[in-house]
């Protein structure tokens, strides 16, 4: 994996213009908050000048996001934005899901703060490497890849709502051609699957969690009113939100020998961050952190 980014960084090869066999994937884990452990890692990619050296991006929910400040040529903006707390508190608020409101305003950050920055969606549209953010669909409850869904700016918007829709927290869940999308955690919180079954042959990938920071099954309330949510909303999901922990297993499983893989993640000990968390010191030291692992792998 390192010898071919390396080797296509002194080249300076371009997406479809390459000399070599592979197909190199990047793949960023999502996870809410936790995603500032993910951002420090994609900065590091990208300050030493290997962006290029992909032919794909995949994001899931979070890792969508930083997946487009990577593409757009400003991933420093989404590192930013973890430390500030006008940002997290706008975008996460508890206290809102008492008035019904969205818990996570996914469409505040998107149509709102990343109008303000401004994010260069225009870039990320006519990337030449392949932007795959995910999506859980509502009626199969199967991953959706929203490649195809972007064409300009509007749907571009559209679909990083999808990717990052988390059931009842994030209000109404985004639509897509009729069919209800949520968040692409349910069914890939991982985004390796979907780049492996599309022809990757290298994936790295950024992980969001420290192998000892291992996720537990939900609360029994958690479970009951998800699963009531979704019953109504989008039964196709039912399973995906119940195999979620077998998932988990399996995918720590495959991404520890599968071959063609090499995982970044935060070192054994680094602090919890919850996916709800607005502590704006933690996600700043989260995305040191993050920094600081990319660069043991990368530069090693």
Known sequence: MLEILRS???SGSK????????????????????GAYSNGMAAVVDELGLTPCFDAVYGSSAGSLTGA???????????????????????????????????????HLVHTVYEAVPM???????????????????DTGEVFD??????????????????TGLPLLSGRPVRLDGRIMLD???????PYRSALAQGAT????????????????PSPMENRVVLRYLNRVAPGAVPA??????????????????????QIRPADGTPHVSRLSRNTRLLARAVGLGRHAARLVLQS
Do not use: C
Not at 126 to 132: C, K, L, N, R, V
Not at 255 to 260: F, K, N, Q, S, V
């Open 15 to 34: 997406p479809g213009e390459r000399d070599d066999d592979a197909r190199v994937a990047l793949a960023i884990e999502g996870g809410g908050s936790r």
């Open 8 to 10: 296509r960084l002194a």
């Open 69 to 107: 400040w990577l593409l757009g040529g400003q991933v420093h903006w989404g590192e930013i934005g973890w430390g500030d707390p006008r940002v997290m508190r706008g975008v996460t608020n508890p206290w809102r899901g008492l008035m019904l409101g969205p818990v996570v305003d996914t469409a």
């Open 184 to 190: 692409a955690g349910l069914i890939e919180q991982i």
């Open 202 to 217: 290298h994936v790295l990938v950024l992980r969001t969690r420290a192998a000892d920071d291992q996720p537990g099954p």
């Open 241 to 262: 939100w119940l195999g979620r922990l077998d998932r988990h297993r399996e995918d720590e499983k495959v991404l520890a020998e599968h071959p063609g893989v090499l």
């Open 120 to 138: 260069n969606f225009d870039a990320i549209v006519a990337s030449p490497i392949e932007f795959h953010p995910l999506a859980t669909a509502g």
């Open 146 to 163: 929203l490649y195809k869904s972007i064409v300009d700016k509007p749907s571009l918007q559209r679909s990083l709502r999808a990717s």
